[in-house]
């Protein structure tokens, strides 16, 4: 059943009635939203949809999975973002499918949206290389929910170990393993040995959390891939430094209830992480158009699909490699020069002129945290790394927030965490009423 | 199986081998962590159990479930608000029952633990006076997850209104109904009404969500019982100011997924929100003594169960009546006396003194917020309204949050609502992880 005409941005829509160009942008991350940003004052309608009712700060949802930052801290209402844009609409929908004959976007609900210029922006989540049976085991990092579900799962772990009298449990209890030697995993890996060495020590009475095991676990040569060698070294160093135990080159066979197995060695753990591979969200199949192993469009210089020049797909759900044959990396900067990228090219159609030159990715630096005073950046001539590297990425990272009373409160967070060494957000949720009293036998 | 040995405050703890008189405490709320605090420095050795890890400040709940605060703002880890007490062991444990014979707590994976004296102040939930098939319909508010439940169904409403044609399904969810006209019910109905009149309009493009219909039925003869009249009647004029159609002496006969009944009219609704009753956690049938209507145990004038002077009750899973013969209400500063009173007691008792006179609650003075720079306080004879009130309101919960932190990021948290109308935490989460995309057909 399709009801366009029922629905915002269809026909009955009083900005779309005013025959304006029609974008339909579909995720508001960080590509999706800036392409809105960057169309503001252009004479066309946007509907800008989303799963979710809120923008979401990828880069510090590690600090929510390890009770450093609370989910409201990172995460922003979308329509607040645009209120102010009348001719955005926002819509809280699922995306099924896309008919790019009639032009024509098909929601969950069997609604359909009609568009003039698409531009895909659905990201990724993590994938298991075909083992999706591990994903109960080894939960990922990509919403807020995956970050409240970590958090749980690393927080009660040392309370049934606080509980436990078995030695051997109680050691599993005590392990943590992170697979995966990306900025994702590194970062997880160093906050939670930091949560086990200085933050839980003095609240615990049967166990010393400083005994815990913290395991980084790549299968590459080296932690932090994407930055230069002696920065992935100095990481290495660090995260050593700090309790957590790297393991290199090789790769994890195996996740169970049980634990890890590893180049052959079974490690005991109860709490696996997974920050080691991502999958493309299904623009590729909702276009039937050529996609790379991970799932991602390959898409064409100027960004748009094959064959479909009103189709654009931006950010980590596209493929497309740099001036110097370097893939582009899946980060919010490279996504947010897309999105600006894709509204020229917009822009420059609605002037009736040529298109742009191909899209350019120029690359600003990788940053990544490793714990108290512990960073590492790289910008290419510059690298940086310890506690000056760590003041940059803590001031950037502020920087990027959105809005003065998020930047106030992670600025909050964080000097109570610098100073006192503790976490503002160390809750056991369920994100369901918990269970009801047990009824009167 | 009973493994007390095993177990922190069984045979093998450290502390309690030293031959210390052992308290255990059930309930980290308000009574419960008094009780523990007010111990400090006495020679015994304590267990406080919980079924989460944390505090929770429930008078400021609401302001969870309509998203102006942000859950980790009103919560603390309970062990690390004990983390000084050496003498204190913190258990993340569901309790089942008590063999007061053997005098030992049973917790529900089977372990028990010995106490020489028990504070049981396990709380209540909300019950439906019988009528338990309305929880799914009508959410009540007692837990963080209740409040993100309440605060997801809340902002899901406005989303799906957004999109919905259908003019009676865009009323039936444009209309909330709060159940219940005590300090909570009204507190969400007003906090509800200025959400849906001040703080979403500009958001939103295919509704207008001032038009939002706000009910709040209350089956007594007025709101805000527990105070003076005309503090009742400010109340409900201020309610109907700001938009709350406020329906008095009519009883609720039903919830469905439709709406609700009340005296015989049908309201469709797809919110309702209950705030009308509650019923006191199990303790008085874990005790196998006498209970009120509501589940209460039904204490001694010392706060001792009858015929156990070696345990205590307190808190809202009690009754008793105050020296004018009211009840004493169930209030966080009547816990908190009562928590107080309890560890004087115990103190004594471990003087080898005769017991303090009994259990006195003084009422200090009732609070509600109605809305911005809207509340009541009835101090007895002093009684406020208005924009003092609301001030007064606001510094007094400021001020029995715990720690520095929290008072900065609460009185942040309202500044922003206060000057900019926005509220901090607008999330609609789902406590898991986000359903994956569609497989590839």
Redesign the interface.
């Known amino acids: 059943m399709e009801?366009s005409a029922?629905?915002?941005g269809g026909k009955?829509n009083a900005v779309a009635t005013t025959g304006r160009h029609r974008v339909v942008v579909v995720g508001a991350g960080f590509g999706g939203l800036e392409t809105v940003h960057r169309l503001a004052g252009v004479p066309v309608s946007i509907t800008l949809i989303d799963?979710?009712?809120?923008h979401l700060f990828q880069p510090l949802l590690y600090q929510v999975a390890t009770a450093s930052l609370?989910?409201?801290?990172i995460?922003w209402?979308i329509?607040?973002l645009?209120?102010?844009r009348?001719e955005v609409?926002?819509?809280?929908?699922s995306v099924?499918g896309v008919d790019v004959a009639v032009r024509r976007v098909l929601l969950e609900d069997g609604?359909a949206l009609d568009y003039d210029t698409l531009v895909l922006a659905t990201g990724v989540?993590h994938a298991y290389f075909g083992h999706d049976e591990w994903e109960p085991f080894a939960?990922g990092l990509k919403?807020?929910?995956?970050a409240?579900?970590i958090r749980r799962r690393l927080?009660?772990a040392f309370?049934r170990a606080?509980?436990e009298?078995d030695p051997q449990r109680r050691a599993a209890l005590l392990t943590f393993v992170i697979v995966g030697g990306g900025p994702t995993g590194v970062e997880l890996a160093g906050t939670i040995a930091e949560l086990a060495r200085v933050t839980l020590p003095?609240?615990?009475?049967?166990i010393d959390t400083r005994a815990a095991r913290v395991v980084l676990i790549e299968a590459g040569p080296r932690v932090l891939a994407g930055f230069a060698e002696d920065l992935s070294d100095y990481a290495h160093r660090s995260l050593e430094r700090i309790g957590v135990e790297v393991v290199l080159g090789r790769a994890v066979s195996e996740c169970s209830a049980d634990g890890v197995i590893y180049g052959g060695e079974v490690l005991k753990s109860n709490t696996i992480l997974w920050a080691a591979g991502v999958r493309a969200?299904?623009a590729a199949?909702w276009l039937g158009v050529p996609l790379d192993r991970a799932g991602r469009v390959i898409v064409e210089p100027d960004l748009t699909v094959p064959g479909r020049p009103e189709v654009f797909a931006i950010g980590d759900t596209v493929t497309i490699a740099a001036p110097d044959g370097q893939p582009v990396p899946g980060i919010a900067p490279a996504a947010k020069q897309q999105g600006r990228y894709v509204a020229d090219v917009i822009k420059t159609r609605l002037r009736g002129e040529t298109s742009p030159a191909p899209f350019h990715y120029k690359h600003a630096g990788s940053l990544a945290q490793i714990g108290k005073r512990l960073a590492v950046i790289d910008f290419g001539r510059i690298k940086l790394r310890g506690a000056l590297a760590w003041w940059i990425w803590g001031i950037a990272h502020i920087y990027f927030l959105i809005g003065v009373?998020n930047r106030?409160?992670v600025a909050?967070s964080w000097l109570?965490n610098y100073l006192r060494d503790?976490r503002?957000?160390?809750?056991?949720?369920?994100?369901?009423?918990?269970p009801?009293?047990?009824k009167?036998p």
Request: hydrophobic fraction near 25%; proline fraction near 8%.
């Open positions: 009801r029922d629905i915002p009955d799963r979710r009712n809120h609370a989910t409201s801290e995460a209402p329509r607040h645009l209120s102010g009348r609409t926002t819509l809280l929908a099924t609604d989540r939960p919403t807020l929910e995956d409240t579900t927080l009660l309370e606080e509980r009298s003095p609240d615990f009475r049967n969200s299904p199949e009373r106030l409160s909050i109570w503790q503002s957000s160390r809750l056991i949720t369920q994100g369901r009423s918990a009801e009293y047990p009167q």
